[in-house]
């Protein structure tokens, strides 16, 4: 009976050894395919886990036969769960691939500016990204220009070029503002006589994202992306229809009204924005002086998508604006002192764009572009009078060819811009007309999973001007999942004219043309460097993403504008301008809130010889931070600083370091949302440092514009999606 018993026994042992299995995983990236070191995996039911080894693999001893669940989890990724049934068919190791988080709003993101079809984590070439919430909580703060959406960007600086008008331009990295190039969807329309207007012009309502570029981006459009480039790309119409409007006013006496409609119908598009913005004179300093000017201004943005075959695509848009602005004197505003002070500027912008797009298969495709420009502006004070207008078109034809592994694009195209101006006084006509022929070439090449490389090369023809060879190179570096970095270089050049920063001062007053015989390109050089670091910890309830980055850049024979006998003359000078420096932005969040940090350290000087002079208005600190609270489609809380170190001043002087601080609350329903934003609320205003000008009231000298002038400003308002 002992030895029956031992035999049952022996076999219940033999069942129980033949019912336990082993299990074999490789832990993997969905999208790179690369192994997971360090992922977790666990069999919840089972109270087993394992850590996957530098090989991403995990092994299992003695699982019983049966149904169990496994759970993969690995920072910065979605936990993963996954049933298997024991026995295994195979006991060959079994591969698991982990997604990427669906909410990183940048893995969604397919980048224009750089011509190519790659999304933004796989694109060599460094650009930052302003879009959705981020976008619109800025429109919140000024819905009447772009100036908040760049202004609060680590690196990017909106110059004030006029103290009563408030006229202003875009600097990146302590550059001029000459020397940035903005597009609106990849087309010149902001350049030459209407820069120091093209911000204020431009609201955002109608705009899907922004794409920056620092350093130099000449090879991929041209001149004047020395300092880099700014595109605005518009909204296009979808499915559901599309119908938006935006209601503010501030306490310093601003109305503005947006409306934008979208919607696509079968075989064709349509997409419509119009504005009109106002503001009353505004003197918050009460020294007879308007900080805002009174102004009027419409706008209206029609374009059409016809939609021939799924293959082929054309669009037609056009831009209307026209604007009245007045400062100066607020009694003269007002009709009290005729013989005031007074800066006027009335334009009118009228522009086209054309673009049809076909695709042959899947892989390539040609587009062809076109656009023209009509800028007409009048500037007027007290006994002069400068006007003109400058016509431009651009013509681009390009053909790209997408595959997996490397990506070809190649194109030509023509650039006129032509000013003719009214002559009101002796100073010589500035007119001028310039012709610009270009072609070029580039390559999107992924080597491998870890490393990407885009090299690109132009030739421009410039008119007058001669040759420019403008080649480009960046690479990027994916060393793990969490860390990364952009290394890239070119070459750029800036066509000399009268519109700079420094004349738009003087409303060109004595400015005299520019000699095509004496003056010559500006050349320039530029190279970047980032490291970028995103993870998550305490049990992935923290998220937290740096980025820093090291830029150089060098133009050597810069063109200045310097007094001669009265006048002033552009000269080209014997010697370069470089500007040198770094930033660093943090990402923190947490439940509802997020943290966003930046700090920026820019060193700008002209040299000449061995004279080394320090750049103005350029700030060598700057540190940007924001605090937002959102509560999904309830609540949006923000809380803001920005520090501006002590800058150096034209006339030897230095400014005073100061803060801007604001603070947002928006409150939202399905339908619509209301806000109000407390802007600069510790009233950060130059004319709290000093007086502003020289001279008397009537006949004011001013000073250089390195503060802000309008000071503490409330607005709010309400915002309707039907």
């Not at 040759?467 to 480009?472: I, M, S, T």
């Amino acid at each position: 009976m002992n030895k029956i018993g031992l035999v049952i026994v022996a076999l219940c042992c033999a069942a129980t050894s033949f019912a336990q299995n082993s299990f074999k995983a490789v832990i993997k990236c969905a999208h790179h395919k690369e192994k997971l070191s360090g992922a977790t995996v666990t069999f919840p039911g089972l109270n087993k886990a394992a850590i996957a080894d530098s090989t991403g693999t995990v092994v299992f001893y003695n699982i019983p036969s049966g149904t169990h669940k496994v759970k993969i989890t690995y920072v910065g990724r979605p936990e993963t769960e996954k049933e298997f049934t024991f026995p295994l068919p195979t006991a060959d190791a079994i591969d698991i691939f982990l997604e990427e988080e669906e909410h990183e709003e940048e893995e969604e993101v397919v980048i224009q500016s750089t011509r190519s079809s790659r999304t933004i984590q796989d694109i060599p070439t460094r650009v930052e990204f302003i879009a959705g919430e981020e976008l619109d909580e800025k429109a919140n703060m000024k819905p009447g220009d772009i100036r908040m959406v760049l202004t609060e960007s680590t690196g990017i600086q909106t110059q004030q070029t006029s103290a009563t008008s408030a006229n202003a331009s875009i600097r990146i990295q302590g550059l001029d503002g000459r020397y940035t190039q903005i597009l609106k969807d990849g087309f010149p329309l902001y350049a030459g006589f209407s820069s120091g207007l093209g911000l204020l012009q431009t609201p955002p309502l109608d705009l899907k994202q922004f794409e920056v570029i620092k350093g130099s981006a000449s090879t991929l459009y041209g001149g004047g992306a020395i300092a880099g480039l700014v595109n605005l790309i518009s909204k296009t119409p979808k499915e559901e229809q599309e119908l938006k409007f935006h209601f503010d006013v501030t306490g310093a006496g601003g109305l503005n009204t947006s409306g934008f409609y979208g919607k696509k119908f079968g075989k064709a598009g349509l997409t419509v924005f119009a504005s009109r913005n106002s503001n009353k004179a505004y003197d918050p300093a009460d020294i007879g002086l308007s900080a805002i000017p009174k102004f009027e201004r419409y706008t209206v943005n029609p374009k059409l998508f016809v939609y021939f075959t799924p293959k082929t695509t054309m669009t037609i848009g056009a831009n209307i604006t026209t604007e009245k602005r007045t400062g100066g004197d607020m009694q003269f505003i007002k009709g009290n002192n005729p013989a005031g002070f007074y800066e006027v500027n009335n334009t009118d912008r009228y522009s086209t764009q054309f673009s049809i797009e076909h695709h042959f298969g899947k892989c390539s495709h040609i587009t062809f572009k076109n656009s023209f420009n009509h800028f007409k502006r009048g500037i007027a004070s007290p006994g002069y009078d400068f006007a003109g207008t400058q016509n431009g078109t651009f013509t681009e034809f390009t053909y790209a060819s997408h595959g997996d592994k490397s990506e070809w694009i190649t194109g030509l195209n023509l650039l006129t811009d032509d000013f003719t101006e009214t002559r009101f006084t002796v100073t010589p006509l500035r007119n001028y007309q310039q012709l610009t022929v270009g072609t070029f070439v580039q390559n999107t090449l992924k080597v491998n999973e870890k490393f990407h490389l885009e090299t690109g090369v132009r030739g421009d023809y410039v008119k007058d001007y001669g040759f420019a060879f403008l080649p480009r190179l960046s690479a990027l570096f994916k060393f793990t999942p969490k860390l990364s970095s952009r290394i890239g270089g070119g070459l750029g050049y800036k066509t000399p004219t009268i519109f700079t920063e420094e004349s738009e001062r003087l409303q060109y007053r004595n400015v005299l043309p520019v000699d095509d015989n004496v003056n010559k390109l500006e050349r320039s050089y530029g190279v970047n460097a980032d490291i970028n670091y995103k993870t998550k910890f305490a049990d992935g309830d923290v998220s937290f993403s740096v980025n820093h980055l090291f830029f150089y850049t060098r133009i050597n024979d810069p063109l200045l504008l310097q007094p001669d006998a009265g006048n002033y003359r552009f000269n080209t000078v014997a010697g370069h301008i470089d500007s040198r420096g770094m930033e660093t932005n943090m990402k923190i969040g947490y439940s509802d809130f997020k943290l966003f940090l930046g700090y920026t350290l820019t060193q700008a000087e002209l040299h000449e010889g061995n004279t080394k002079t320090e750049s103005f208005l350029t700030p060598k600190h700057r540190i940007n931070s924001v605090l937002m609270y959102e509560v999904h489609e309830k609540w949006k809380v923000g809380l803001e600083g920005y520090y501006f170190s002590k800058q150096k001043l034209s006339d030897g002087t230095t400014g005073k370091p100061y803060w801007i601080t604001g603070f947002m609350v928006e409150k939202l329903w399905e339908k619509f949302s209301v806000y109000i934003n407390f802007e600069n609320f510790l009233d950060a205003r130059q004319t709290r440092y000093g007086s502003i000008y020289t001279g008397s009231i009537n006949n004011p000298v001013f000073k250089d514009i390195y503060a802000p002038l309008d000071g503490f400003v409330i607005n709010g308002g309400l915002k309707l999606s039907l």
